[in-house]
Structures are given as C-alpha cells and as structure tokens.
C-alpha cells in the first residue's frame, strides 16, 4: 500500500511517498507535472533537473511536490528542524497592535511591572483623554511605588522647537513624580519607539505616546514577549540613554 504524508512548508504543499519509490513529481498551478530530480530549493524557486535540463521552476508557478523519498524531502527541507524549533517552549510570543491595541497594551504592561520600566519615544505629550492618559498616570504611579522608569525623548537640533517644547514640559511633570528623564540631543534622530518592561517584554512600533498614536492614527505595532529579543533592545535602550542628557546636563547646555 502507497503513504503518502502530506505537509506545509512556507505555504507550499508538499506530499512525502514514503513507501513507494518513484522518481520527484511536480505538480505546477496550471495542471500540468514534471517528473524531475529536485536539486536545490531556494526562497523563490525550485531548481529540479527535467529531462537532463536544470530548470528554474518558481514556487508561484508551483503547486505541490511528490518526493521519491523522506531522506530527499529532509535533505531539500531540515523538516525534523523545523519541528524541533516548533517544539521549543522558548520560542517567542508576538502580537500585533493597532493604534487602539497599543493604547491598550502599554497601560497593561507598564502596570505589571516590578522592577523596571524603560521607554524611548521620538515624542511625549500630557493629553488628558485616555488612553494616553492612563499610561503616563501608571507611570507616575510605578515610580512613586518604587519600580524604576526611565524614559529617553528626542531633543536634537534637527527637531522642531514645538515637539521639543512639549517633550520638556511634559517631562517635568513625570520627573515631579520621579520619572528619570533623559533628552537624545545628538545629530541623529532619534525615531525608536518602545516599551521595555522588566527585561521581559517590549512594544515597538510606529506609534508615539500620544492620543493620536494610541487611538486615531493608523499604526502598527508589536509586543514581544521573548527574553533573548528583549535583552537586544534593552542593549540598544542603554546604549541611547548613556549618549543623552539628563535634565540637569539639558539645563546647562542650553544656558551656554
């Protein structure tokens, strides 16, 4: 009796003859099959050996493929590691966020924190509707209980003077509550836009920690949940937050 084991790699049906040795079969999205030798797979296409000829055989034009075997179809697909990476209780848990998730997302977050909240932003503003609101009364909260919050907001001269007038400001204000702030005022921009908490998980996307960032605009972006990841950012965090300057270093270049 024939065995055929069917399974899906990068959204490509692919059909394993396990018993009954035959030549590799292709089946294309026009009907039509090669019976072929698969040479290489690449992320594009396949390349197979038709009647002596190497074709070129893009995975578009394709639509499943019969192995002679299970040792080719591991040779041309590591399927034993793809399901060993499947398997890992580490591997990383991703979600996407709208404008309105993110809004949502960061106030949860941050009130989960213990030990550490980290943020850099191209811009910080005070708004008084939620759910901007509620996120920077977390934040003010966490601090004053004692869990460290650290947030790095740009200041270069490349900035307008409006953005950098209400990052200040607003800057005050959570410094009062004792928010360590720090001012990215080099010649680059500073554009990253994250939440690090805990050393555990971190937001990044496209929306600044405004109203519009969190409710009206069309944003996209992620929480990610893997602690490998998290250390990479949090390395990239402390790398901005030690070229920048505190409040007093802020005050004191400005004065000259």
């Given at each position: ?49 038709v009647d002596g000829a190497m074709r070129r055989l893009p995975r578009s034009e394709m ?194």
């Amino acid at each position: 009796m024939k065995t055929i084991t069917v399974i899906r790699v990068a959204g490509l049906l692919v059909y394993m003859n396990t018993l009954s040795p035959a030549a590799d079969k292709i089946w294309l999205r026009d009907g039509s099959t090669l019976t072929a030798s698969v040479q290489s797979v690449q992320t594009d296409a396949y390349f197979a050996n038709v009647d002596g000829a190497m074709r070129r055989l893009p995975r578009s034009e394709m639509a499943f493929v019969v192995y002679e075997n299970v040792e080719r179809a591991e040779r041309f697909l590591k399927i034993s590691q793809a399901r060993r990476l499947a398997a890992k209780p580490d591997l990383a848990e991703v979600n996407v966020l709208s404008a309105q998730a993110f809004g949502e997302a960061i106030t949860e977050l941050a009130g989960a924190a213990r030990r550490r909240i980290c943020v850099a932003q191209f811009l910080i503003s005070g708004a008084q509707s939620d759910p901007i609101r509620s996120f920077y009364e977390t934040l003010k909260q966490k601090s004053l209980s004692g869990v460290e919050v650290e947030v790095v907001v740009e200041f270069g001269s490349g900035t307008g003077a409006l953005v950098k007038l209400a990052s200040r400001e607003f800057g005050d204000e959570l410094e009062a509550a004792g928010v360590r702030m720090f001012y990215h005022c080099r010649p680059t921009v500073l554009h990253k836009k994250l939440l690090i908490v805990d050393d555990e998980a971190v937001i990044l996307g496209s929306s600044n920690l405004t109203l519009a960032g969190t409710w009206e605009n069309n944003e996209m972006n992620v929480l990610i949940r893997d602690p490998a990841f998290v250390q990479t950012v949090l390395k990239d965090f402390e790398e901005v937050k030690n070229n920048a300057l505190d409040r007093s270093q802020l005050n004191d270049r400005l004065a000259r």
